[in-house]
């Protein structure tokens, strides 16, 4: 079945850098594009970065400049690096696989465009 996996989560002091990462199984990642979401206690789930199956990148504007998304579909995960993190980066971050014919939403970060969601790892940055 078709299965997303975060880890790389922890624990960084604010400046500080971490990288992400999403394994996918059960379907074939170079076909679909990879969204990464992130969740902070009592707010609503924000689109945080997207690449497309062909790699094009879109960013949220609270991390534009400081992360990065990429894939590698030889090893069936894509990544997401955080540099610079700053305390309000602390959240539950999520990847989540975006549905067919859904890439204009998915390049929105929208979660509706996304129809199957890994567990989450947690980020947590100190000041």
């Known amino acids: 079945q078709v299965q997303l996996v975060e880890s790389g989560g922890g624990l960084v002091q604010s400046g500080g850098s971490l990288r992400l990462s999403c394994v996918a199984s059960?379907?074939?990642?170079?076909?679909?594009?990879i969204g990464w979401f992130r969740q902070a206690p009592g707010k609503e789930r924000e689109g945080v970065a997207y690449i497309t199956s062909a790699g094009s990148t879109y960013y949220g504007d609270s991390v534009k400049g400081r992360f990065t998304i990429s894939r590698d579909n030889s090893k069936k995960t894509v990544y997401l690096q955080m540099s610079s993190l700053k305390p309000e980066d602390t959240a539950v971050y999520y990847c989540?696989?975006?549905?067919?014919?859904?890439?204009?939403?998915?390049?929105?970060?929208?979660?509706?465009?996304?129809?199957?969601w890994g567990q989450g790892t947690q980020v947590t940055v100190s000041s």
């Open positions: 059960g379907f074939t990642l170079d076909a679909y594009g």
């Open positions: 989540a696989r975006c549905s067919v014919g859904s890439n204009s939403r998915c390049a929105l970060i929208a979660a509706a465009g996304y129809g199957f």
